[in-house]
T-cell receptor
Framework: KAGVTQTPRYLIKTRGQQVTLSCSPI?????VSWYQQTPGQGLQFLFE???????NKGNFPGRFSGRQFSNSRSEMNVSTLELGDSALYLC?????????????FGPGTRLTVL | GQQLNQSPQSMFIQEGEDVSMNCTSS?????WLWYKQDPGEGPVLLIA?????ELTSNGRLTAQFGITRKDSFLNISASIPSDVGIYFC?????????????FGTGTRLTIIP
């Protein structure tokens, strides 16, 4: 069974631009969670989507948004990029809600904002 | 954002040595998880703990859920080169509608040749 895939793996943007990251969960998994990983802040939870609905949200500004499609694939969007948004963005999928099931992480998308 | 205190931040050991790391929180958790992250990869779940006092093993790895529910420990016995990586603890409290994971700051394990 294929694992969680994320595209693109690497991305370079400039301040003020917007970016969309994609995550394809493991087949049959209905929950997708997004995390931001930085050396200073570690792994921070962004949001979780389940059955196309946002179920949980972390403490990030409204510039960070996401959505989930009927096939459980998820996208994360960051608008008006800031230098501090440079990070590894990880998504994780689970069979049902992340609180009830093991999460499997993808390899991440490394975003660099110049 | 909230983080768990994980120590030590880094460890330099020789192959064959045992390793211990721990995670503490000011809040109680219902679940403690331990992950390992290799360079260029996402974290991989090593051990999950669901009950205070629980001691669980996975091969050479042993983890414990602290009695106070505010801490957890991970031990690795007889370390081998593939143990190199960053280890994260994560805690979860199952308040309905707020079940997100809170991650520790990580322990970087390096094996000295």
């Amino acid at each position: 069974k294929a694992g969680v895939t994320q595209t693109p793996r690497y991305l370079i943007k400039t301040r003020g631009q917007q970016v969309t990251l994609s995550c394809s969960p493991i087949s049959g998994h209905r929950s997708v969670s997004w995390y931001q990983q930085t050396p200073g802040q570690g792994l921070q939870f962004l949001f979780e989507y389940f059955s196309e609905t946002q179920r949980n949200k972390g403490n990030f500004p409204g510039r960070f948004s996401g959505r989930q499609f009927s096939n459980s694939r998820s996208e994360m969007n960051v608008s008006t990029l800031e230098l501090g948004d440079s990070a590894l963005y990880l998504c994780a999928s689970s069979l049902r809600l992340a609180a009830e099931n093991e999460q499997f992480f993808g390899p991440g998308t490394r975003l660099t904002v110049l | 954002g909230q983080q768990l205190n994980q120590s030590p931040q880094s460890m330099f050991i020789q192959e064959g040595e045992d390793v211990s790391m721990n995670c503490t929180s000011s809040s109680i958790f219902n679940t403690w998880l331990w992950y390992k992250q290799d360079p260029g990869e996402g974290p991989v779940l090593l051990i999950a703990l669901y009950k205070a006092g629980e001691l669980t093993s996975n091969g050479r790895l042993t983890a414990q859920f602290g009695i106070t529910r505010k801490d957890s420990f991970l031990n690795i016995s007889a370390s081998i080169p593939s143990d190199v990586g960053i280890y994260f603890c994560a805690g979860q409290i199952s308040n309905f509608g707020n079940e997100k994971l809170t991650f520790g700051t990580g322990t970087r394990l390096t094996i000295i040749p």
